[in-house]
């Protein structure tokens, strides 16, 4: 049984409580500290997990640069490589209710949310397991029947995976699985905040096959381990989802080694609603847009936009079922919103409510705890209306269950409202008239435009933001492209002297 095994078999529902928790070289070890984790719904220490120094993460970046370096994944046979990825997913099904409840325990999130992310995380594998089985590169017509001119994609090499608290599990494998199937080798370090998962998530990858050193694994604070990470110069790439100021304090500091940087960096995402829309589904969507994991997601529908003549109608409906949302601990089944993930980010969404009513918008419903004496995070799902563009709620991402409201009347005004924010992941309309959803979606300057819906992904569709929402895609093919260096490689099959230099004649 491997230390991840063992991980998993001890403590209470699953969680792992024993040490060890840091994965360098093929060897789980000890950390020279360590942090408790708390389940975000009573604020109860649910395990304790070692944590890296900054020298350790370096012993992490070495194993990984020394397993690139001698080959020992890239030059496996793509069919192999995809036979590890596909017992991944095997593995992650196997295990499924077990990894929900961990991270249900970790996140707050609902277990119902948990277990889709596992399915989700499932899909991702299987899909880079195929991706993984590659191509054999592109001919280029050189113009000279003498040359072969043939364009190949190689691993990137070595990749610092750093990830964020909200889909600890899912984002992780975002990517692991492409840079795993491009044949990198990795460091891997979540969030302090939900590290149980990634955890996991490692065990599995050993116990499917990944050679020691491939894939490393270091917990920690981002500002020491994740910074660095980021600064090695054995790293050729970091891929990290979180805030917009992380992000642009790893880009600044990637800079000194040049490397190439993927980042997720959340938005601010408009949801339209034109008048003839199927309301019912329009309202209920919008729902789960926002309140869905209490709103920390990057891609929540925190800004509503509905035309005129709806728009009393819509917000009435939205705030009668908003206030119909059974809020709880995420393990009870009937819970349908879970509490934020720490008393910080609690604090951080409360702050946004009182700057939202200082600002003049109008609160509909929610704007509290639920309750004076909680013990967990939880917070009520809000509304706000009366919303005006230059507003800090209606421009900063909030990441938590608020919604603001605005009105528009013509589709010039939609169009100029959904892009009027400096992020652009992504963003949603809703009309019975097709043409003007094209007409609108492709206006959009967000990396995904839903239409009659808000939220779905797939894993062969490329995500990721235009704007202050980053740079990089994940998923689909471009999300592996991330994780590969093209090479031209051009073979003169008969050289011959060109005598380019008057005096390269042969003596
Ligand atoms: O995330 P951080 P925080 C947004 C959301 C939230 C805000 C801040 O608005 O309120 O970001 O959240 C690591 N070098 N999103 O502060 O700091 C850190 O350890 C290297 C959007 O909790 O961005 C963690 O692993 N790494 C988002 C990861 O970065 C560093 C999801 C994310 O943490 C580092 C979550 C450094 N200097 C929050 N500093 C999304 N895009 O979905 C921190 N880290």
């Excluded at 095997?90 to 596992?118: C, F, M, P, Y």
């Excluded at 990749?159 to 964020?164: D, H, M, N, R, Y």
């Excluded at 996991?200 to 994740?226: C, K, M, Q, S, T």
């Amino acid at each position: 049984m491997s230390p991840a095994d063992l991980q998993l078999a001890v403590g209470t529902d699953g969680v792992p409580t024993v040490a060890g928790t840091l994965y360098i070289d093929g060897s789980w070890r000890r950390g020279s500290s360590s942090r408790p984790v708390l389940n975000p719904a009573d604020a109860t220490e649910i395990s304790q997990v070692d944590e890296a120094s900054a020298e350790e993460a370096g012993l992490a970046v070495a194993a990984a640069r020394a397993a690139f370096d001698d080959g020992r994944w890239s030059s496996v046979p793509a069919a192999e490589r995809s036979a590890v990825l596909g017992r991944v997913a095997d593995l992650l099904q196997a295990n499924r209710s077990r990894i929900a409840r961990i991270e249900t325990l970790d996140t707050g999130k609902t277990l119902r949310e948990s277990e889709i992310d596992v399915d989700d995380v499932t899909a991702v594998f299987r899909y880079y397991a195929a991706l993984a089985l590659g191509e054999p590169g592109r001919l280029v017509d050189a113009g000279n029947p003498a040359v072969v001119s043939r364009v190949v994609h190689e691993p990137v090499g070595v990749c610092a995976l750093i990830g964020p608290w909200n889909y600890p599990l899912l984002q992780m494998s975002w990517k692991i699985a492409p840079a795993l199937a491009a044949g990198c080798t990795a460091v891997l370090k979540p969030s302090e905040v939900t590290p149980l998962t990634t955890v996991v998530l490692v065990g599995l990858l050993e116990d499917a096959g990944v050679p020691a050193g491939v894939v490393n694994l270091v917990l920690g604070a981002g500002a020491g381990v994740g910074a660095a990470l980021v600064e090695s110069e054995q790293v050729d790439l970091v891929s990290f989802t979180g805030g917009l100021s992380t992000g642009r304090t790893i880009m600044r500091s990637a800079a000194d080694t040049v490397k190439k940087v993927a980042l997720e960096l959340g938005g601010k995402n408009p949801n339209i609603v034109f008048a003839d829309a199927v309301l019912d589904a329009a309202v209920d969507t919008a729902l789960t847009a926002v309140f869905l994991h209490a709103g920390q997601v990057c891609s929540a529908g925190t800004r509503l936009l509905l035309e005129e003549p709806i728009a009393d109608e819509f917000v009435a409906e939205l705030v009668r079922r908003a206030e119909l949302i059974r809020i709880g601990p995420g393990l009870e089944p009937e819970s349908e919103m879970p509490p934020l993930v720490s008393a910080e980010h609690l604090a951080k969404v409360e702050e946004y409510v009182r700057v939202g009513l200082a600002e003049g918008a109008r609160l509909l419903t929610g704007g509290s705890r639920l309750s004076d004496d909680q013990k967990g995070y939880f917070y009520r799902p809000t509304v706000f209306t009366d919303c005006r563009r230059d507003m800090r709620i209606v421009q900063e991402e909030t990441f938590g269950p608020i919604v603001t409201v605005e009105r528009f009347s013509t589709e010039d005004e939609a169009v100029m409202l959904g892009n009027d924010t400096r992020y652009g992941l992504a963003g949603g309309v809703w009309t019975a008239d097709r043409g003007r959803a094209q007409r609108v979606a492709s206006r959009l300057r967000h990396g995904t435009v839903w239409i009659n819906d808000f939220g779905p992904y797939l894993p062969q569709a490329e995500w990721g933001g235009f704007k202050l929402s980053g740079t990089g895609r994940e998923l689909g093919p471009s999300g592996l492209a991330e994780y590969q260096e093209a090479k031209h490689m051009y073979e003169n099959t008969e050289p011959a002297a060109q005598h380019w230099f008057s005096g390269g004649q042969p003596g």
